[in-house]
């Protein structure tokens, strides 16, 4: 099972991004889905989450111009971003909890994707 994130960029101040990210492989179920991120010399911190059913939550920061939403039949989780500011600068990396066909329920990651807020 893997995890393919997509979508970053360079934007400016005020602009608008989406994120994606797809799990292939051997896939029985996908549980949650999140998005974290980590900024130049900080630790990486949690963005959003989309459950199965499709309940989220978002860390304050980003409640009100994020939006996270996934494509079940696509193993897609996507990161709407509005209004991003130059301090959403980070490296965004996808996360599910994922029942792999014959492996065990486990946590897995994507390869983070660079969004840049800079006019």
């Known amino acids: 099972v893997q995890l393919q994130a997509s979508g970053g960029g360079l934007v400016h101040p005020g602009g608008s991004l989406t994120l994606s990210c797809t799990a292939s492989g051997n896939i029985a179920r996908i549980n949650s889905m999140r998005w974290y991120r980590q900024a130049p010399g900080k630790q990486r911190d949690w963005v959003a989450t989309i459950t199965s059913s499709g309940l989220t939550n978002y860390v304050a920061s980003v409640k009100g111009r994020f939006t996270i939403s996934r494509d079940n039949a696509k193993n897609t989780v996507h990161l709407q971003m509005n209004s991003l500011k130059p301090e959403d600068t980070a490296v965004y990396y996808c996360?599910?909890?994922?029942?792999?066909?014959?492996?065990?329920?486990?946590?897995?990651w994507g390869q983070g994707t660079l969004v840049t807020v800079s006019s």
């Open positions: 996360n599910a909890l994922i029942l792999g066909v014959g492996v065990p329920l486990s946590d897995y």
